[in-house]
């Protein structure tokens, strides 16, 4: 006989060592010093990162190359300024051993294709590492943060790969709940956290922007419910500004450290990368640029 979701106990949850302190335990506690994975504050280990956009804006293709370079280092993007006379490479990347995503979007043969285009403009020594520290999930629809089977499931497919980073692609794919609720979304975002914990890992999340986005800026940007952002460390918004030339305005938000200017993007078309592209000018900027471009269009049409 088959037991309901609500019956089912996840068998091979890690049990979570926590205790209540006194306050003199308290005192006495000490803390490793925070580790950056990718510098600058964008991404430190056991914390949530949102990569966000609207819909078709290249979000596979920057978490393609993000995951390249956390397994073989480098500087993000090789996003650069000048600073007291010299380059600054400005988000460093510490290595990573083992990166997994799961992803309900794009399907194992347009990811195979773009990775073998990705992975053959690799070194042969940075090809052997994506080989052996690169695992994927694809279209797997039993994979959810909003049943216990699914819980389960993305628990054991974890417990076995035991990744430094989790990729979450995209966010909405991986749960039927109303989006818009807080209490429903806290709760799948609870559930990401202890991952987090139990398994001393690090979750990257793809998700889109809301269709209203004006006066709104940084994580609020997020679509759905507050509690989706409120439990999220940093962020990288991206948006497409020149569709034929694949030039994107990207903008990091991060809790802690100096804010940092927005800044351009391109994807190359041959190697699939995203690639620094130089800094830029605000989104509100070019939105309002866009919009002015639009009324001179339609002016003209109607002289």
């Known amino acids: 006989m088959q037991l309901p979701e609500s019956a089912v106990v996840p068998a091979a949850i890690t049990e979570r060592r926590v205790k209540t302190y006194s306050?003199?335990?308290?005192?006495?506690?000490?803390?490793?010093?925070?580790?950056h994975i990718i510098g600058s504050g964008l991404l430190s280990k056991n914390s949530v990162m949102a990569l966000f956009a609207p819909p078709k804006n290249y979000k596979s293709f920057a978490l393609n190359t993000i995951i390249m370079q956390l397994l073989?280092?480098?500087?993000?993007?090789?996003v650069q300024r000048n600073h007291?006379?010299?380059?600054?490479?400005?988000?460093?990347?510490?290595?990573?051993?083992?990166?997994?995503?799961?992803?309900?979007?794009?399907?194992?043969q347009d990811t195979q294709e773009r990775w073998i285009?990705?992975?053959?403009?690799?070194?042969?020594?940075?090809?052997?590492?994506?080989?052996?520290?690169?695992?994927?999930?694809?279209?797997?629809?039993?994979?959810?943060?909003?049943?216990?089977?699914?819980i389960h499931k993305i628990r054991s497919i974890v417990s076995?790969?035991?990744?430094?980073i989790l990729c979450i692609d995209p966010?909405?794919?991986?749960?039927?709940?109303?989006?818009?609720?807080?209490?429903?979304?806290?709760?799948?975002?609870?559930?990401?956290?202890?991952?987090?914990?139990?398994?001393d890992t690090t979750v990257i999340l793809i998700h889109h922007t809301g269709k209203?986005?004006?006066?709104?800026?940084?994580?609020d940007l997020l679509r759905g419910a507050s509690s989706i952002a409120a439990d999220i460390d940093t962020g990288l918004a991206i948006h497409v500004i020149n569709k034929p030339a694949s030039i994107l305005w990207a903008d990091v938000v991060t809790r802690r450290g100096k804010p940092l200017p927005s800044?351009?993007?391109?994807?190359?078309?041959?190697?699939?990368?995203?690639?620094?592209?130089g800094w830029t000018k605000s989104k509100e900027t070019y939105q309002q640029e866009a919009a002015i471009s639009q009324v001179q269009e339609i002016t003209k049409k109607e002289q």
């Open 72 to 78: 073989t280092g480098g500087n993000l993007f090789n």
């Open 84 to 108: 007291a006379r010299q380059i600054e490479h400005v988000y460093p990347v510490i290595p990573v051993k083992r990166v997994l995503l799961l992803e309900q979007e794009i399907g194992l």
């Open 117 to 150: 285009q990705l992975h053959k403009t690799l070194p042969n020594h940075e090809q052997e590492i994506v080989k052996k520290g690169f695992f994927l999930r694809s279209c797997d629809y039993d994979l959810r943060f909003d049943s216990m089977i699914g």
């Open 263 to 277: 800044f351009k993007l391109k994807l190359d078309h041959q190697t699939l990368r995203t690639e620094f592209h």
């Open 23 to 35: 306050f003199e335990e308290l005192l006495q506690l000490t803390f490793p010093p925070e580790t």
């Open 160 to 164: 076995e790969i035991r990744p430094d």
């Open 171 to 199: 966010l909405t794919k991986f749960h039927t709940s109303e989006e818009n609720s807080p209490s429903e979304m806290g709760k799948i975002m609870l559930e990401l956290r202890k991952m987090i914990h139990d398994f």
């Open 212 to 219: 209203n986005e004006d006066g709104k800026e940084g994580l």
